[in-house]
Each structure stands twice: as C-alpha cells, then as structure tokens.
T-cell receptor
Framework: AQSVSQHNHHVILSEAASLELGCNYS??????LFWYVQYPGQHLQLLLK??????LVKGIKGFEAEFIKSKFSFNLRKPSVQWSDTAEYFC?????????????FGTGTRLKVLA | DGGITQSPKYLFRKEGQNVTLSCEQN?????MYWYRQDPGQGLRLIYY???????QKGDIAEGYSVSREKKESFPLTVTSAQKNPTAFYLC????????????FGDGTRLSIL
C-alpha cells in the first residue's frame, strides 16, 4: 500500500537553529508532493509543492524542500527557524497516475521552537 | 473571500446518536474530502468525492457516510456504528485534476459524551 513516513514526530529547536524534517514515500511511479503546516489554532495551509522541474522547491516563510527521486524523499528545510515556526508539519503525496485525487498524508511532525 | 466553512466548530453528542458535520466551499472546486485527525496519526482519509453525485471510501470509512448532492456541499454523518468517533474532523477541497493543493477548513471537534 502507498504510504508516507515522517520519522521525526517531535522536534525541539532553539531559535536560529537549522531545521530538516524527513519525508519518505512508498510509490514507484510519478508523484506530486506537498508540505502543509498547521499553526496552533489555525487551519492547515500549503507551505510548498513539487510537481516537476527543479527538484529544489522554495515555499513561503523561507522554507524549501528537495525532491530526491532515488531516495523517495521530500525533506523540508529551513536554515534558521523562528519562534513563529512552532507548528505541526505534514508531508503529503498524490500518486500522479493513480487515477484518483487521493492524497496520502504522513503522520505529521510537531515542531517547537524555543525563544 | 473564497474558502471552506465547517460547522459547527465544536459538537457534543450522546453515545448512540448520529451526527452530521457540515462542509461548504465557495471555491468552485470539483473535489472534496473528509479527514479525521488524531494525535500522532496525522490525517486519515474518510471519504472523498471527485464530482457531484459520486464519492469513494477512503481508508477509514466504516461508521461514516457522506453525500454530494451539490458541488459546494459535502456533509459527513458520523453514525452510531463508528466505534471511536471522538476526534477532530477536517474537510478539504481541491480542483478536480489531482495536481492541485488542497484547501482546508478550520475543522470540527466532535466529542461523544
């Protein structure tokens, strides 16, 4: 079965530290990839997406993600986190040729940034 | 402003009662989705609909039912057959080609007393 793994369930960082959140998926075909963020008390919103082209994708608020097809990974990075980045982060995948619009989400990573 | 409206924000029901969660969108999106969010389990797909009058079961459809009579509306009924209904429910929508990100509502927190 297709799945998305986020191995870091909880991450605690100090402000200005660098961030990398892992995301791996299990599907051999073409995929569309997303990172969503859920700030405390707010709805999920799109952070960035990858469909094709340059595998290094830049999103909002200084986030970026790199698609490495050979590793089935789409890790999220930010060089210097801020207290306001405290949130839960979800990786999601759509198998491109699945014939459905079914998104597969990871279990999420809770990030806490200490001021 | 375009968006997704879920109501109510909090819902309390007695055990054994069916309850319906509302989801309305004015984004003119073809596809709509219902997820259940539990701590440590991420978002699990309950049902989704790609067009009006059609819907498919997701990964955890048992104990739930939906309808899609109008493009803008996708209500979810949590039936008494759902063993553990207390959870946070999220509705989402997207354009109907599978290549677009989803837009999410604010969610409904259901508690069974």
């Amino acid at each position: 079965a297709q799945s998305v793994s986020q191995h870091n369930h909880h991450v605690i960082l100090s402000e200005a530290a660098s961030l990398e959140l892992g995301c791996n998926y299990s599907y051999g075909g073409t995929v569309n990839l997303f990172w969503y963020v859920q700030y405390p008390g707010q709805h999920l919103q799109l952070l960035l997406k990858y469909f094709s082209g340059d595998p290094l994708v830049k999103g909002i608020k200084g986030f970026e993600a790199e698609f490495i097809k050979s590793k089935f990974s789409f890790n999220l990075r930010k060089p210097s986190v801020q207290w306001s980045d405290t949130a839960e982060y979800f990786c999601a995948v759509i198998p491109f040729d699945s014939g459905t619009y079914k998104y597969i989400f990871g279990t999420g990573t809770r990030l806490k940034v200490l001021a | 402003d375009g968006g997704i409206t879920q109501s109510p924000k909090y819902l309390f029901r007695k055990e054994g009662q069916n309850v319906t969660l509302s989801c309305e969108q004015n984004l003119n999106h073809d596809a709509m989705y219902w997820y259940r969010q539990d701590p440590g389990q991420g978002l699990r797909l309950i049902y989704y609909s790609q067009i009006v009058n059609d819907f498919q079961k997701g990964d955890i459809a048992e104990g739930y039912s939906v309808s899609r009579e109008k493009k803008e509306s996708f209500p979810l009924t949590v039936t008494s057959a759902q063993k553990n209904p207390t959870a946070f429910y999220l509705c989402a929508s997207s354009r109907g080609n599978g290549n677009q990100p989803q837009h999410f509502g604010d969610g409904t927190r259901l508690s069974i007393l």
